[in-house]
């Protein structure tokens, strides 16, 4: 896929989507890094579901370890790998009081150190929380990039990088969202809703289905 071709892609998407942003509901950058850590493999609706719960009693590191473990799965008891999540949430909570004053970090490297938060969630963070033109592949945006042949890659990592390297500069910062979105509701996985997308005629997917 050519530079005109991927700006043309990007353009039509944001005007399709002219507010791209998580579904994941937060209010300061600590609700959403515990949103995100939830959300591995796991449904925003489903993260929701627990954090609607859990945030209005406990939404700081301080009130979050101090409910414990055991306090901490009651509330996420819902959602898949809880009992891991749950464990790395409590660690997570304590560096962020012992080491960052209670704040998120702003840097991939620091979030990285934190129990549960791996490359794509640090992106998310980065990205959504602090504005950082960041990627974060996820298993839509995988998918989205191979079919549509605008960052092709055999890996997340190698996908990111692509992407990175070529999405235009003017929907950097949005790209995230607006392949994410792109893919859950029109690229979805079993049968894409090629018919009604509006980057049908750009894409350069071969097993295109008629809607």
Known sequence: MNKQKRFELFQRLSEAI???ETELNYSSPFELLIAVILSAQATDKGVNKATDKLYPVANTPEAIFNLG???LKHYIKTIGLFNTKGSNIIK???LLIDQHASQVPHTRDELEALPGVGRKTANVVLNTAFGVPTIAVDTHIYRVSNR????VGKTVLEVEKKLDKTVPNEFKLDAHHL???HGRYTCI???PRCGSCVIEDLCEF???TVV
């Open 206 to 208: 071969n097993k295109k």
């Open 92 to 94: 997570t909570c304590r």
């Open 18 to 20: 002219p507010n791209p």
């Open 148 to 151: 549509t042949k605008i960052a």
């Open 179 to 181: 392949l994410i979105l």
């Open 69 to 71: 473990e055991e306090g």
């Open 189 to 191: 996985a079993r049968k």
